[in-house]
T-cell receptor
């Protein structure tokens, strides 16, 4: 079983739609969780950290469910510019090494 | 301020040749990471440097791959006797003490012909 699993998609949604991605992780000792965004042929960039209580940043909401070992990302009012691959990222242990999921591809259309 | 830089941005080499890829992390970042990303695939961890500690080499796929880091600055990833399956984008990232926030360079696209 992979450490971090994501549905690869693609998710094709119209502008203005709400879309949600889930990600599961296998190690219950994982401590930190993040969503990164990767545009086509570009490097990954941090989108947001995921906190136990859930957190929101504008149109983006991240949730963590430790009991079920999954993380979610909700995007409201999708924009064309949201089209990208969203990477679920987990840190386990004391080192700062991260494990990246293979990503979920989002395509927002007119 | 300056971000992570990598050179070259593109490298085409013949099978069997050695290549060196360079990464300049953000100044002051103690941790540096190398990843490989094949076309359409996820990030594959290769190696991690943290300060003066021994590097975590657990992701290096074979003994043809090696990496060095000079203090807390430049790192080079060396691939010896390149094979076609080494073709990928090689990404470098660095982070400070704020654990988990990695900043990536633009990558080196390696093509082995």
């Amino acid at each position: 079983r992979k450490e971090v699993e994501q549905d690869p998609g693609p998710f094709n949604v119209p502008e203005g739609a709400t879309v949600a991605f889930n990600c599961t992780y296998s190690n219950s000792a994982s401590q930190s969780f993040f969503w990164y965004r990767q545009d086509c042929r570009k490097e990954p960039k941090l989108l947001m950290s995921v906190y136990s209580s859930g957190n929101e940043d504008g149109r983006f909401t991240a949730q963590l469910n430790r009991a079920s070992q999954y993380i979610s990302l909700l995007i409201r009012d999708s924009k064309l510019s949201d089209s990208a691959t969203y990477l679920c990222v987990v840190r386990t242990g004391t080192a700062s090494k991260l494990t990246f999921g293979t990503g979920t591809r989002l395509q927002v259309t007119l | 301020g300056a971000g992570v830089s990598q050179s070259p941005s593109n490298k085409v080499t013949e099978k069997g040749k050695d290549v060196e890829l360079r990464c300049d992390p953000i100044s002051g970042h103690t941790a540096l990471y190398w990843y490989r990303q094949r076309l359409g695939q996820g990030l594959e961890f290769l190696i991690y440097f943290q300060g003066n500690s021994a590097p975590d080499k657990s992701g290096l796929p074979s003994d043809r791959f090696s990496a060095e880091r000079t203090g807390e600055s430049v790192s080079t990833l060396t691939i010896q006797r390149t094979q076609q399956e080494d073709s990928a984008v090689y990404l470098c990232a660095s982070s400070s003490s704020e654990v988990g926030i990695q900043y990536f360079g633009p990558g080196t696209r390696l093509t082995v012909t």
